[in-house]
């Protein structure tokens, strides 16, 4: 499984998948020392209604509509701010304004480029670059008519608003990939007298004309910096809806304010900025079951999370939860004390609801000096079958599983842990879907135990467009028995084909803090269930279907495993009740209501015998609870039979990996972790979207290991060979690396076993492959391929060692090839008498002859690898002889020495 991924980020690159969270950079004045009178806590982003300035207060002259500050404009109070009074304020065409008299340090202040968080007024260093209020900061210009800038007080002394407005804006065209998004916008920015509030009001938005892709603006409030007490930033993914866009304390650490053609704001959406008061408890979640089934549910403890967002320390704060609707309840708590920035989840008096139907629950701490965040609610309907931790109404964005190194898209299964206080079955999961690069996809539901063992499936399901934003039934093949105490409700992304970009199908909604012990990731094989109220992910938007318990269950805790290459072990545990069980099994896929093979056993393990090598097979098994009572049929549990591995006896002999599925491996051949890092060789296709084969579709390639300490110690072994003596094997392969700058190390070795104490004599080693295309190693390659000449007849395993620094990148390897050739006629006597030294050489060797007992001049060739003679001579017994082939081209040679009927050959090679 991989890392979850929220909608809205931009692609990975290619070789290093990290995101470097941008340095929050604030000015060196001493003011910078002091905290913005502003908190997250303070902070609403909420439903409300624009009304358009029209000819109301005073047009805002600038220079230009593209680029301009305005004059000092009065706000027609005073309003205070970072520690200072302030009566006047700066526009700037760009969608912000700066409080005081002195304008920013320059007129174009945004983002160095649409894509790109960097550069612009938050992160400016500028003294004059401070105190500024941001309701939409992106390189604005005029909209489908010449922009207008206004501003407008209104209402009574003490109590009065000062209204900014920006009208007939748009984001300027600067490149074709990021198109136009917003063709005309409006959108003020209130000061409110007295209470010092500042609000962002969004106004009716044109689609622009695109194509549609993501933008960044910048969002927020800035005192006298950029670090996290100094700025307030709003983060939303670009495919998200406007509600959804949250609060940051600093700068942006992935997502900015990202906006786009498919999701413009709704009208009235407002961002509200509100001073951190001096007494202030603020109820900031409420956790409960949007759905409640009784009596399983039942009890039900409500809580919620209390945090002190004033400036002072709190005691005995009263918080009361309140349930209205279909049933009533009220508890109440007191938090004895509170430290300044501290918060507390408070758990309320157990709740046992008896009527079904619809009702609110209310959290209210008590009486302080800020009342607005006083009270946060919950809608809940309590029902006779279904959990849901989801409230109804639509989803906030949607979360999927991040794309891994070698291009696939990213699996697992995100899972919702429910409570049941007594045994019940669950018949389906049911699942918000969301987002139109899901369509297409597959994805499944599963029910899993507390373990997170997957207890049941649903069949595959491919999403198709209509299903996107509505929610999704998945039935089991049968209910699915769970004990008393918890379980998970699941919801599984499958891989998708290697290359293809990640998709986001599961639904979310916010919850700020996310709550602890109830959303869960776990890989799609089930088990090691993570807590993912870390991730800021919210809810997941996954419902239970539940009924009664059945009195015969299905046998629990099923392993399907295999050794042999025709044969399967079948674990499992039975009920108590169980008095014996029956098995289905069939090849991948079959339909056990009208196929398969069935047997019966009494107890587990069960072995099944009689199946094909390499071959996927698909197992039910249900329980048999007397002579007519059956469960259901629990399953598929998928496995696949070990291949039958055979010593390879005819050559040529030629692996190019291609016969096999991706991420499978040949028979017999098998790869080793060395260095036990969990990084190691692999058959893959693709390196993100881009083939690295040789010969489609499949290479072996090694992916160096992330933690940049860890060097190379990986070996791939091929299957048995078996050599016979009296034959020379000559090896060939192709091979490459992903970056030149990142050099690879690559040997290549022979021996007795797939070990690497059994690879006893190498035939190739490289300690610089830097070639990003295919090169070849072979014979005469320019470090030559020695060949292999067996001195016993069996097996032997030729073994691919990388041994790369740390931190490098890729290597790859396809295409192996092995040849045979015969040799006869050899002497002993001639072998043992001849040596030739040095080798290898730039081409001048010496042939030392002693005791060869030859009569008269002995003849000496010299053959390329084509088996052609380059070079002939006469040499004599006891005798240092010259041979003199620096004239001949680097690479590998044979030289034979011929005595009459008699021979004796030697390997050469030329290296220069």
């Not at 906006?259 to 509100?274: E, K, N």
């Not at 692999?682 to 690295?692: A, H, K, Q, R, Y």
């Not at 060797?845 to 009569?855: C, E, H, L, Q, T």
């Amino acid at each position: 499984m991989t890392n979850w991924y929220k909608t809205g980020r931009t692609a990975q690159p290619w070789r290093k998948l990290a995101l470097a969270a941008l340095l929050a950079v604030g000015g060196a004045s001493a003011a910078q020392a002091q905290t913005l009178n502003y908190n997250l806590f303070g902070a609403q982003n909420v439903a409300g209604t624009y009304t358009d300035l029209a000819a109301t207060g005073t047009v805002i002259a600038t220079a230009n509509n593209d680029d301009a500050n305005s004059a000092a404009q009065p706000i027609g109070f005073t309003f205070n701010y970072n520690g200072a009074a302030f009566t006047d304020f700066v526009l700037n065409t760009n969608g912000f304004i700066k409080l005081g008299t002195a304008a920013p340090s320059a007129a174009n202040l945004y983002y160095t480029s649409p894509q790109a968080a960097t550069g612009g007024p938050i992160l400016s260093t500028n003294a004059a670059d401070v105190n500024l209020l941001l309701p939409f900061n992106h390189d604005l210009v005029d909209g489908t008519s010449p922009a207008e800038y206004r501003v407008a007080t209104t209402g009574t002394a003490g109590s009065r608003v000062c209204t900014i407005q920006w009208k007939n804006v748009s984001d300027k065209l600067v490149a074709a990939a990021s198109g136009k998004q917003h063709a005309n916008m409006q959108f003020q920015l209130k000061l409110y007298e007295g209470t010092n509030n500042i609000e962002f009001v969004y106004g009716p938005t044109t689609a622009g004309p695109g194509p549609d892709a993501f933008k960044y603006a910048a969002v927020g409030i800035k005192g006298s910096g950029s670090t996290a007490t100094q700025l307030i930033t709003v983060t939303k993914p670009s495919v998200s809806v406007w509600s959804a866009a949250t609060f940051l304390a600093g700068n942006y650490t992935g997502n900015a304010f990202n906006f786009r053609v498919s999701a413009l704001p709704d009208a009235g959406r407002t961002l509200r900025f509100r001073p951190a008061a001096a007494q202030d408890a603020a109820v900031l979640a409420v956790y409960s079951l949007g759905k409640l089934p009784i009596p399983a549910g039942a009890p039900h403890t409500i809580q919620a999370v209390v945090r002190n967002v004033g400036t002072s320390a709190l005691a005995n704060v009263s918080v009361t939860a309140s349930v209205a609707g279909a049933n009533t309840f009220t508890s109440n708590k007191t938090i004895a004390s509170l430290a300044v920035g501290a918060s507390t989840t408070v758990s309320f008096d157990p709740f046992t609801p008896t009527n079904t139907g619809n009702e609110t629950i209310t959290v209210t701490s008590g009486a302080d000096d800020a009342s607005g965040n006083n009270t946060a609610t919950y809608q809940q309907v309590v029902n006779a079958t279904t959990y849901a931790v989801a409230e109804a109404g639509p989803s906030s964005g949607s979360v999927g599983f991040t794309n891994n190194t070698t291009g696939e898209a990213g699996s697992g299964i995100f899972a919702v842990k429910y409570n049941t206080s007594v045994a019940r079955t669950v018949s389906a999961v049911t699942v918000r879907l969301e987002d139109t690069r899901s369509v297409g996809r597959t994805v499944y539901g599963v029910v899993c135990d507390a373990a997170g063992a997957i207890l049941s499936r649903t069949p595959d399901y491919v999403i198709l467009a209509s299903d996107i934003a509505t929610t999704k039934t998945f039935t089991m093949p049968a209910p699915v028995a769970v004990a008393a105490g918890s379980f998970f409700a699941g919801f599984a992304e499958a891989v998708s084909p290697a290359g293809t970009a990640g998709y986001f199908p599961l639904g979310l909604q916010t919850e700020t803090p996310t709550r602890t012990g109830t959303f869960y990731t776990m890989a799609l094989t089930g088990g090691s269930p993570v807590d993912a109220f870390n991730s800021g992910l919210g809810r997941f938007m996954i419902e239970a279907v539940t009924g009664a318990a059945a009195t015969c269950v299905p046998p629990t805790g099923v392993t399907v495993t295999s050794t042999s290459a025709v044969s399967a072990t079948v674990t499992f545990a039975g009920p108590a009740n169980g008095t014996g069980y029956s098995i289905v099994y069939g090849p991948a896929g079959f339909n056990p209501a009208t196929g398969g093979t069935t047997v019966t056993t009494a107890t587990s393990p069960y072995t099944i015998t009689g199946l094909a090598a390499s071959t996927s097979y698909d197992v039910y098994i249900r329980s048999n609870c007397g002579a007519t009572e059956q469960s259901a049929l629990a399953g598929p549990f998928s496995v696949k039979t070990q291949c039958s591995v055979t010593s390879v006896t005819t050559f040529p002999y030629t692996e190019n990996f291609d016969g096999v599925a991706t991420g499978t491996l040949p028979c017999g051949y098998t790869i080793l972790d060395a260095n036990l890092d969990a990084v190691t060789w692999e058959s893959l296709s693709t390196i993100g979207t881009t083939p690295i084969s040789s010969s489609a579709p499949n290479a072996m390639v090694y992916q160096y290991n992330e933690d940049a300490t860890t060097a190379a110690n990986d070996w791939f072994f091929t299957t048995p060979l078996l050599l016979r003596t009296g034959n020379r094997y000559q090896l060939s392969f192709k091979y490459r690396v992903g970056i030149a700058t990142f050099p690879e190390r690559l040997e290549v070795k022979y021996g007795t076993s797939a070990t690497p104490a059994g690879q006893t004599n190498t035939l190739w080693n490289n300690n610089n492959v830097t070639s990003t295309v295919y090169a070849t190693a072979n014979a005469t390659s320019t470090i030559p391929v020695l060949p292999i000449e067996p001195t016993t007849t069996g097996n032997y395993y030729i073994g691919f060692h990388v041994y790369s620094l740390a931190d490098q990148f890729l290597l790859a390897v396809d295409d192996l090839q092995i040849t045979a050739t015969t040799i006869t006629g050899t002497s002993a006597a001639l072998d043992y008498a001849i040596n030739v030294f040095p080798n290898p050489s730039a081409g001048i060797f010496s042939v030392d002859i002693k005791g060869a007992n030859a009569k008269g001049a002995m003849q000496l060739e010299v053959m390329n690898s084509l088996g052609q003679i380059v070079h002939t001579a006469s040499v004599r017994d006891n005798q240092l002889n010259k041979l003199d082939l620096s004239s001949l081209a680097a690479g590998m040679y044979v030289l034979k020495v011929k005595s009459g009927n008699d021979f004796s050959v030697r390997n050469l090679s030329i290296q220069k």
